[in-house]
């Protein structure tokens, strides 16, 4: 929180904002890279391989879930951004912003890594030779990015606490 002139300033509204978004938007470049373009996997593909019609049709319905999950995610982050920008005692910083939509989109590979890849086991990265290269690889990308939000929301901070605009 930073006081000027009598006045609190609340970040949180916008962090949480941020998140959610991150949340949603990385799980679209999920779904929409990993899934539809490079087609390196679907949500059951580990369990059901898309060898039959019926295995098939069953992907396509979990990975439309998957799509459903992003978009109410996404409808959640612009939700609270909305409400955010109505409030005067919520700083508008670009930093903050960004640095808490690196966050939630570090958050979504962490837990869809963790959840679908090592636990439930439903698909992974790109399956194969090396298939836990590239699950690990996409827990480090998540890793690197909830650090690097982490980061930038510190330095808005610091910023925010000199009184310099981000």
């Known amino acids: 929180m930073e006081a000027k002139s009598g006045f609190v300033y609340r970040r949180m509204p916008l962090i949480a904002a941020g998140i959610f978004l991150g949340l949603g938007l990385g799980g679209f470049v999920d779904g929409i890279l990993l899934h539809q373009i490079l087609q390196w996997h679907h949500m059951l593909s580990n369990t059901k391989p898309l060898t039959t019609p019926s295995n098939i049709d069953l992907n396509m ?70 298939q836990l290269a590239w699950d690990v690889g996409f827990l480090i990308l998540g890793g690197l990015l909830v650090v690097v939000g982490w980061l930038v929301l510190q330095n808005s901070k610091g910023r925010q606490e000199l009184g310099i605009r981000s």
Request: proline content about 3%; charged content about 15%; overall charge negative.
């Open 61 to 130: 319905i979990w990975d439309g879930l998957f799509h459903a999950l992003d978009w109410i995610l996404t409808v959640i982050g612009v939700a609270l951004l909305w409400r955010a920008g109505g409030r005067d005692d919520v700083p508008w910083s670009s930093q903050t912003f960004v640095g808490s939509l690196l966050i939630g989109a570090g958050l979504f590979n962490l837990v869809e890594g963790l959840i679908d890849h090592q636990i439930l086991g439903i698909h992974h990265v790109k399956s194969g030779p090396n």
